[in-house]
């Protein structure tokens, strides 16, 4: 309600002037391990028996063809049988050795296919096994989905008119920012249509029109909020206070809300100063009595029920409310010096 105290307190003071995401960084792909340890070998040893093939003289072949032809056969990639026995003619102190060379040569380092060793046949089978991962990590992912992708649909299906009404006045709230009022208006009255108890949405709309100089249009969407509850003391005043600069029916208006406003001081003491500006003086002084039964410490209330008791030919209980309002230690230097002629005035 602090904005309706604001428009009361910018009401007042005119009323007394003179006129107003690629791969994640932590996935990697896995590669599968190098079956290169049995081909490595095979291709060291070959290598090894052709270097020393190069520097022996005379090399002789019991077999097939001689050895110098087998190496330009193994770097055109030329098939050659399995398994070629290689007799070599080595010098007297060395013996003839049979030089098994189709494991070295014959087994070329592109083929993607693995060496058939038994040894890794067991290696692949403890990892064969995976039945926890794919079990695991699909199932989280399908319930993910299907509980995130129809949320939407039922938001939107089943927004209530308080929600509607909520989105226009955060609408807006935003259009106000860039400056934009009479968007801003509009955009408030339809938010209204689609449920007119928003209290929030009602205050601002009535502040800009007030802002934009448009009272009457101000009143209007204040009695509408009052007709359909009156339990609203604020807005009451409002409008009697703009009732008031206008000619209207200020004191029906508080009067119709006076049963909800039970216990509010400034209520009363709002409808005092009404009813004693309508000569109702003696309706007044009830109701500064009972605003000061909620702030006895409120010396304008005090010498508001002075003023009325005055009017009223009650000129002693008057006096005990100027002296009280004296006393208060609260009035303005103008408002003190008013007391003081008052109670001047009733010491004669």
């Known amino acids: 309600m602090s904005l309706i105290n604001t428009m009361l307190k910018d009401l007042d003071a005119r009323a007394g002037q003179p006129g107003a995401a690629p791969l994640p960084a932590d996935v990697r ?25 190069a520097g022996v003289a005379g090399w002789k072949t019991m077999q097939t063809a001689p050895a110098p032809t087998a190496a330009p056969a193994v770097l055109a990639a030329a098939p050659v049988p399995a398994r070629t026995a290689v007799v070599v003619d080595m010098p007297a102190a060395a013996p003839v050795q049979v030089v098994d060379v189709a494991p070295a040569v014959l087994a070329p380092e592109p083929t993607p296919e693995p060496s058939p060793e038994p040894e890794p046949a067991p290696a692949a089978k403890p990892v064969a096994p995976v039945n926890k991962p794919p ?5 989280p992912r399908t319930v993910s989905v299907a509980k995130a992708v129809p949320a939407a ?5 089943t927004a209530t008119p308080s929600q509607r009404a909520e989105n226009a006045y955060r609408r807006a709230l935003g259009v106000l920012e860039d400056g934009r009022v009479t968007e801003a208006i509009a955009t408030l009255q339809a938010g209204l249509q689609i449920d007119p108890r928003h209290e929030a949405a009602r205050q601002t709309l009535v502040g800009l029109l007030i802002e934009a100089g448009r009272p009457d249009d101000a009143m209007r969407q204040l009695q509408a909020a009052l007709a359909i509850d009156a ?12 009732q008031l600069e206008r000619g209207g029916p200020a004191i029906e208006t508080l009067m119709r809300t006076l049963p909800y406003a039970a216990g509010n001081g400034e209520y009363h003491a709002f409808l005092a100063g009404v009813l004693q500006r309508e000569g109702r003086v003696h309706e007044a002084a009830d109701h500064y009595q009972a605003a000061l ?15 009325a008791l005055q009017a009223d030919k009650r000129d002693a209980e008057s006096r005990a409310a100027f002296m009280q309002a004296q006393a208060s230690g609260t009035l303005a230097p103008e408002l003190q010096a008013f007391v003081e002629r008052r109670l001047g005035q009733l010491g004669r």
Do not use: F
């Not at 391990?33 to 270097?51: I, K, S």
């Not at 039964?293 to 003023?307: D, E, Q, T």
């Open 29 to 53: 792909p896995v590669t599968a391990p190098e079956r290169r340890g049995p081909v490595l070998r095979a291709a060291l040893v070959g290598g090894a028996l052709l270097a020393i093939g």
């Open 135 to 139: 079990s695991a990590k699909p199932a």
């Open 153 to 157: 649909p039922v938001a939107g299906r």
């Open 231 to 242: 339990r609203q003391p604020a807005l009451a005043m409002l409008l009697a206070r703009l």
């Open 293 to 307: 039964k909620r702030s006895p410490g409120n010396g304008v209330w005090w010498m508001g029920l002075g003023i």
